[in-house]
């Protein structure tokens, strides 16, 4: 701490925190299509030029440019095979050598996800201005994230083809795809992106317990968005007013069965992992079982007593329990993910799903990175078509 003469500290504001306050200090009123001439006022004064803010797009394959006043365009960039897909994909900055300076890629990180990704070149870089524009990219991620639930514009921009009503009800009642804290990560990934109606998953950290659950609403279209809907909303009530897993069961299916004729239903998995010890507890309600990932392998299926589906007015189910070892991911996943079929052959299959598991998991990549490569690598397997919604969840207890 600097102390003046007068033996107080000193609160004088240094040009860092300028720097930064002035962000700050603008964010509060700024409309969010001015977000990036408020970004490139502020790297301008770092002596950067050409920023760029490039946002994943919903089906998790390109990295879109922001439109806006004061950003640089651009074409999409694939995230697999690019620097700023490298930048994504580690969540870590990424320095390349051009002939006009050196062009720095940094990850906008907001409350362990991550949007995208924001550029920026200067003529050289030190460490003073790597810590910047570190703290810059976290600002303006965090001011995105605020301004996102009053704009279209971060929608429109990740949106890269015509998105059915069905998926857009889903996108909107989703958490964010991905949440990396010191004990626990979670990723997610819903496919078709663009057309997704019956299948949704919600989380919560709630101080040291993790709440997860994963539905799969029966029908398509609208009529299974909105069972979905109601099947999600029941289950974050019933969490938050503190109940156990199996009063949360019974709470989700009275609003199934309460909102809908008696032949509808939603199959759902809810789960609850005490990140301090590793405990991990869940009810099934007529989904496939989750897979335990450990040591890079699926070694078991975490098979358990089912009952009835939500809606169905199943009996008071039973809570199964086991106990992860740091470094454990549990894959969750809804039937689409494996009754889908090559065209004139047999469905995937759980030993299929499990091959392809303990290929990606042999990289050692985080779990990011993990789901959104066993999903495509799904995609890629069906001929890039779904007859059906193929969910994926992946946690992991680190302990």
């Known amino acids: 701490m600097t102390v003046g003469s007068s033996g107080d500290p000193d609160r ?32 301008a004064r770092l002596g950067g030029r050409d920023a760029q803010i490039l946002l994943q797009d919903y089906g998790q394959q390109r990295l879109v440019p922001l439109p806006g006043e004061g950003l640089a365009g651009g074409e999409p960039q694939s995230i697999d095979g690019s620097e700023a897909g490298r930048c994504f994909l580690t969540s870590g900055p990424v320095e390349l050598v051009l002939p006009d300076g050196v062009r720095v890629l940094l990850p906008l990180l907001d409350g362990g996800d991550q949007a995208g990704v924001l550029g920026v070149t200067l003529d050289t870089v030190d460490d003073d201005d790597r810590r910047l524009l570190r703290r810059i ?41 991905s949440m990396v804290m010191p004990r626990v990560a979670v990723a997610g990934v819903l496919e078709p992106a663009y057309a997704v109606a019956g299948d949704s998953f919600d989380y919560a950290l709630n101080g040291d317990v993790l709440h997860l659950a994963m539905i799969d609403a029966m029908g398509h279209g609208l009529d299974a968005a909105t069972m979905a809907t109601v099947a999600i909303g029941a289950y974050r009530h019933a969490r938050r007013i503190s109940v156990e897993l199996a009063e949360i069961y019974l709470f989700m299916d009275r609003a199934i069965a309460e909102q809908f004729d008696p032949d509808h239903f939603v199959t759902a998995q809810m789960m609850r992992l005490d990140t301090d010890t590793g405990r991990l507890q869940w009810v099934n309600a007529g989904h496939p079982a989750p897979m335990l990932v450990r040591a890079h392998r699926v070694v078991r299926r975490l098979d358990s007593p089912t009952t009835l589906p939500v809606g169905f007015g199943g009996a008071q189910p039973q809570i199964s329990t086991v106990a992860l070892e740091p470094g454990d991911r549990v894959l969750c996943f809804t039937d689409g993910l494996i009754e889908e079929h090559e065209s004139g052959q047999e469905q995937f ?38 007859s059906d919604d193929a969910t994926l969840v992946l946690f992991e207890w680190r302990g």
């Open 12 to 43: 004088s504001e240094s040009f860092g925190e300028g720097l930064l306050g002035g962000l700050l200090d603008r964010a509060h009123e700024l409309p969010p299509h001015l977000v990036g001439a408020v970004l490139a006022d502020t790297v």
């Open 137 to 177: 990219a976290g600002l303006i991620a965090d001011m995105m994230q605020t301004k996102n639930g009053h704009t279209d514009l971060f929608f429109r921009t990740r949106r890269s083809e015509p998105m059915s009503v069905a998926a857009e009800i889903q996108w909107s009642l989703l958490p964010p795809l």
């Open 349 to 386: 299959g759980e030993e299929q799903l499990i091959d392809w598991v303990n290929q990606l998991e042999q990289a050692d990549h985080g779990i990011r990175t993990v789901a959104r490569d066993l999903s495509h690598t799904l995609r890629r397997a069906r001929g890039e078509s779904t």
